[in-house]
């Protein structure tokens, strides 16, 4: 989720051709515009900020030594920028929306952190070869249209040696269900790979082939709301691809629809008794080293 560079539906069309058949070839920049533009309407931060403990985690994981120069990329708001920061690294936040990374600023202006601020495309990253000692996206390039070049770019950047770090929903997660529903009520970006493929290790043994090793594992963010729908309406209201969900359905009976099949997911997942939510959602936590 942070800044995820996602598109309104980020399911896998190819998933229902039939057999023989072959897939269409994606238009990635028309869907990377789109997805700018559901990135940057709503405000992901009132959402992104609630999940800083997933990129302290992610850092610990990582073992960051203060010095170490550390770029996040598709930073969002920057909760993974925070915490290296927190941990005396030499930060440099990337995201192409440059709202969020005014969201970020603001944060550390308020830490007193002194973080490097950058917008930038996880799949052109404007940085030279083996820059970083580690490289974060928690949420983030796991939504990026061509996921080859954006992995591609990452162990670009990245040190021999060097470290990347990457929280990535898995298919069976909440947000995994969630963006598969809505798949089922807008059609996909034909071409276009599923981000959830970023939290299976079948993908990443693909994307970071190269690397020199892959260690996964799989950890759980419980989201904490009033009740069900609060949280629905918090994601309506500011989550960038549900608000253009809602928006892009023709009437009030198709958005209603929606809704009601948003909330069968929220409620199966729902282990509160008490009429607030307490919701888990797998995902897997990441840890690629470079050649």
């Known amino acids: 989720m942070p800044s995820p560079q996602s598109s309104v539906h980020p399911s896998s069309s190819s998933a229902s051709m039939p057999p023989g058949s072959v897939a269409p070839m994606a238009d990635l920049a028309a869907v990377k515009a789109r997805q700018q533009g559901a990135w940057s309407s709503g405000d992901y931060a009132v959402i992104g900020t609630t999940l800083q403990i997933v990129g302290e985690n992610l850092c610990e994981a990582l073992d960051l030594h203060a010095g170490s120069r550390v770029l996040d990329v598709a930073a969002g708001n920057g909760n993974a920028t925070l915490a290296a920061a927190r941990r005396w690294c030499d930060v440099t936040s990337t995201d192409y929306v440059p709202a969020l990374l005014e969201k970020a600023k603001a944060r550390a202006k308020a830490e007193g952190l002194d973080i490097a601020f950058q917008t930038a495309d996880a799949e052109a990253l404007p940085f030279a070869d083996n820059s970083f000692d580690?490289?974060?996206?928690?949420?983030?390039?796991?939504?990026?249209?061509?996921?080859?070049?954006?992995?591609?770019?990452?162990?670009?950047?990245?040190?021999?040696?060097?470290?990347?770090?990457?929280?990535?929903?898995?298919?069976?997660?909440?947000?995994?269900?969630?963006?598969?529903?809505?798949?089922?009520?807008?059609?996909?970006?034909?071409?276009?790979?599923?981000?959830?493929?970023?939290g299976t290790r079948a993908r990443l043994s693909e994307l970071f082939e190269d690397a020199a090793a892959i260690e996964?594992?799989?950890?759980?963010?419980?989201?904490?709301?009033?009740?069900?729908?609060?949280?629905?309406?918090?994601?309506?209201?500011?989550?960038?691809?549900?608000?253009?969900?809602?928006?892009?359905?023709?009437?009030?009976?198709?958005?209603?629809?929606?809704?009601?099949?948003?909330?069968?997911?929220?409620?199966?997942?729902?282990?509160?008794?008490?009429?607030?939510?307490?919701?888990?959602?797998?995902?897997?936590?990441?840890?690629?080293?470079?050649?």
């Open 216 to 291: 996964t594992t799989n950890r759980s963010y419980t989201f904490r709301y009033r009740s069900p729908a609060h949280w629905l309406d918090i994601f309506r209201t500011w989550y960038g691809p549900v608000h253009k969900a809602f928006a892009s359905l023709p009437d009030d009976a198709a958005r209603a629809a929606l809704e009601r099949d948003i909330l069968a997911v929220i409620n199966r997942s729902n282990r509160a008794e008490d009429g607030t939510l307490v919701m888990p959602s797998d995902y897997l936590e990441v840890i690629v080293t470079a050649r």
């Open 134 to 198: 580690a490289v974060l996206s928690t949420f983030g390039v796991m939504f990026t249209p061509d996921q080859g070049k954006a992995a591609t770019e990452i162990l670009r950047v990245v040190k021999p040696g060097g470290r990347i770090g990457l929280a990535n929903w898995t298919p069976e997660s909440v947000i995994g269900q969630l963006f598969a529903t809505l798949g089922r009520h807008l059609p996909p970006p034909a071409g276009v790979k599923s981000p959830a493929l970023w």
